[in-house]
């Protein structure tokens, strides 16, 4: 199944406006500031699947996966090979987003893997019966996977996951909602890569708010208009100026 920007824009819509009336309740204010997807939930209440964490690479490369038929999964360690059990309906994400030390660093990045796996199990949803049942097969014909091989079944959908995994943790409301509280709703000028202190306080904090990543962000913010590149000869800090 090949989908539009456009297509997964309005997938992302209509899946987050019906857990926000699952998870939230029917909403009567509508001036509030901006809010963070609660992906945990929506992975596990609404979407009902198992969320678990364990050692995904020897050198912490691979964030997350998930399957769609109970299946195995190989790791490739320096001299010899292990494997983990994947079950349908489940995502394993890298243990390393638990360790002591590093919840909050890598919060976001957690986040958005979690929100990108769930994307996986939305678009297999979309599919057809036939499409499905030939998928699982692919996955119980084996006893175990590499990496490369459970790949291998969806390389073409990476993309989609990753617009759709976006768009579900940065739904098009909140961003709006967040862009006009902390930018006053004006696009966020990007000289390669440097803000000016205002614009780049602006996007500090709505990575705050919504629990992500300041280059997950600046993907999805340039994705809805709100960012405007320009070269980096034109960039200006009035700090350097004064000094």
Known sequence: MILSQKQIEEIAAAVTRDFNEFFFGCETDKARIARATPIDQFATDYLSLDVSFARLSSDGSIYGLTAYEDTEYIIEEPNAQRSIALR????LLDESFIKPGQVRQ??????FTLAHECAHQILFHLETDEVQNTCRKKYAARKAYSLRELKTHEDWNEWQANVLG??????????????WYFAGGKALVNYEGKFSYRDGLALNMTCQQLGVSKSA??????????IEDRPYSEYVNPLEVWA
């Open 88 to 91: 349908r309906n489940q995502i």
């Open 106 to 111: 890598l919060c976001g990045k957690r986040r």
């Open 166 to 179: 976006a768009a579900i943790l940065m739904p098009q409301r909140e961003i709006d909602l967040a862009m």
């Open 217 to 226: 962000a600046v993907i999805r913010l340039r994705q809805l208009g709100y």
